[in-house]
């Protein structure tokens, strides 16, 4: 029941924490069998958030075991599900415990559940995928092997792909993949477990690999993303089939490797090349204008619609920045007194989000029904999300309506410095052709 509670509160504050959130591959989830789903972890506990949203079906996730030294807290976690994993090198007192603990999850399976792991092992905020633990390829075979490979386990893994987790309204694309079936393993456990268990484990690092975006020269992600912001727009007008944020993904995969090949044989242009987008970039910045600005050829202000939307929507837009203000200021206030590490910091905005929106709502609630009739109490209640997000689209609108606004003032009044941007950027797209180019006649 617990857990069922905080399914339903996490969904709708992603739904208001994201900008987007598109899932591809849900038809690979397969039905009537035990799941282990397996995730690369990038953001802490937002990633097992995500998924338990997503994924139609209680899922029993693996926690590091450090976080159950409480009593209460250890009660709490199991409601939610969480079943505690002791690492050597944090708690090796307690790696004893995980005997106990994978034949718990033997018998989770063995009763038709789904476990959720992580196999990085640890959560971190880059886009790169460490090294596979072994420990799914363990539990997967374990409980297959206890049941004669009677129980028809499939491992399904799962990418989770951010704009950047930490940001308020990014985005998000999970894309699930091939299952991997544990009986196609049956002949080979029974002949050498140990190279059973390594294949399994690679296996599954191959199949995270096709579904997350690897930047392996953490130094190369800065310029990569750099290039993404005007590239990927260029390459995605020539496939408009796919959603936009499966384009996007597929042509960042291709990015990278075209970015790694180009430096690899002809690192002399690259430095020169990265100091000409960075420039552009820059200019943009202090011009306060966007790279799709320049890229447009024709800014539609749509003058009348919008001026009808900000008019009309006004009283909207006063209603639900009131009732919402205090609640988002004081949750970003709470996560950033708090010092966390790096990938924590989005988790902790979900989490303040969630309990401190909830808190204020209920307040609010109360104060307002010992003023207003029953059915006004109703309306109040049910407007308070929704006009939320509607407050947060109408700022978005807004601003973008004025950075339109000013990008035809500086067209106007300074011309020449437009012109020379689209120049600069028709240059960079050129070099970013030719390096595209290269490296497509390199895998003929």
Do not use: C, W
């Given at each position: 029941m617990l857990y069922r509670i905080f399914i339903w509160l996490f969904s709708l504050t992603i739904k208001g924490y994201f900008r987007s959130i598109y899932v591809k591959g849900m038809e690979q989830i397969p039905e009537s069998c035990p799941k282990i789903f397996v995730a690369n972890h990038n953001s802490a506990f937002m990633d097992p958030i995500l998924l338990a949203v997503h994924i139609n079906q209680p899922l029993y996730f693996l926690a590091r075991g450090e976080s159950f030294k409480s009593n209460i807290i250890s009660k709490f976690f199991r409601f939610l599900h969480m079943i505690p994993i002791y690492k050597p090198e944090i708690s090796?007192?307690?790696?004893?415990?995980?005997k106990m603990i994978f034949q718990k999850c033997f018998n989770h399976l063995k009763g038709g559940k789904s476990i959720l792991i992580f196999p990085e092992g640890v959560s971190k905020t880059e886009r790169n995928l460490r090294k596979i633990k072994t420990g799914t390829a363990r539990i997967a075979l374990g409980a297959e092997s206890q049941n004669n490979f009677s129980l028809n386990t499939k491992i399904v893994p799962v990418g989770i792909n951010y704009s950047n987790p930490h940001f308020f309204r990014s985005d998000v694309f999970i894309y699930f993949g091939k299952p991997i079936a544990l009986k196609n393993y049956a002949k080979e456990y029974q002949l050498n477990m140990t190279e059973t268990v390594t294949k399994v484990t690679d296996d599954i690092r191959v199949s995270l690999e096709e579904l997350v975006v690897i930047v392996k020269d953490e130094k190369l992600d800065r310029l990569i993303r750099q290039i993404e912001i005007l590239y990927r727009s260029e390459l995605r007008v020539r496939n408009k089939h796919e959603h936009k944020a499966a384009q996007d993904f597929y042509l960042s995969q291709e990015?990278?490797?075209?970015?790694?090949?180009?430096?690899?044989?002809?690192?002399?242009?690259?430095?020169?090349?990265?100091?000409?987008?960075?420039?552009?970039?820059?200019?943009?910045?202090q011009l306060k204008i966007r790279d799709t600005q320049i890229r447009s050829s024709k800014i539609k202000l749509k003058l009348f619609s919008k001026t009808l939307y900000f008019i009309f929507g006004f009283p909207f837009f006063l209603y639900g920045y009131l009732v919402n203000i205090i609640p988002f200021r004081a949750a970003d206030y709470l996560s950033k007194k708090i010092t966390v590490?790096?990938?924590?910091?989005?988790?902790?905005?979900?989490?303040?989000?969630?309990f401190v929106f909830l808190i204020f709502y209920v307040l609010e609630i109360i104060v307002f029904t010992s003023f207003i009739h029953w059915y006004w109490w109703i309306v109040f209640t049910l407007s308070l999300y929704p006009l939320g997000l509607f407050t947060v689209n109408y700022i978005k609108n807004y601003y973008l309506f004025r950075g339109n606004f000013r990008y035809i003032y500086l067209f106007i009044r300074k011309s020449h410095l437009i012109t020379e941007l689209q120049i600069t950027r028709k240059e960079i797209i050129e070099e970013l052709e030719e390096g595209r180019q290269l490296y497509l006649n390199s895998k003929d």
């Open positions: 090796p007192d307690e790696v004893h415990k995980n990015i990278v490797k075209a970015v790694e090949y180009y430096k690899k044989i002809k690192p002399e242009k690259m430095q020169a090349f990265e100091e000409k987008i960075n420039k552009y970039l820059k200019t943009l910045k590490r790096k990938d924590f910091i989005g988790s902790m905005k979900i989490a303040f989000g969630m």
